[in-house]
């Protein structure tokens, strides 16, 4: 079930078969990421680190992306670690 929930998100995302709606794919990939999916989380980490359908949220979006530039202060070191305060 998670996965058809999961390309459900997918089609909205991608406005295949469906309008594009970035709202409904989050709400989707949200639903899909209860059920423990690890490709929804991804795809809703995403969703959050572009603000698409959902906020830009760059600390709910994966620890991987929230290290990237767009999601830094100017100036701050990039990495994990840095995200996670330790350098």
Do not use: H, I, N
């Not at 709202?23 to 990939?29: L, R, T």
């Not at 899909?32 to 969703?47: C, F, H, N």
């Not at 202060?73 to 670690?81: F, W, Y």
């Amino acid at each position: 079930m998670a996965g058809a929930q999961w390309m459900v998100g997918f089609f909205y995302e991608r406005g295949q078969g469906v309008p594009q709606d970035f709202a409904k794919a989050a709400k989707w990939y949200r639903k899909t990421v209860e059920l423990g999916d690890a490709a929804a989380q991804y795809s809703l980490g995403w969703s959050y680190y572009r603000g698409q359908g959902v906020s830009q949220d760059c600390v709910r979006a994966t620890p991987d992306m929230a290290s990237t530039p767009r999601c830094r202060p100017p100036g701050q070191p990039s990495g994990l670690g840095s995200f996670l305060g330790f350098l």
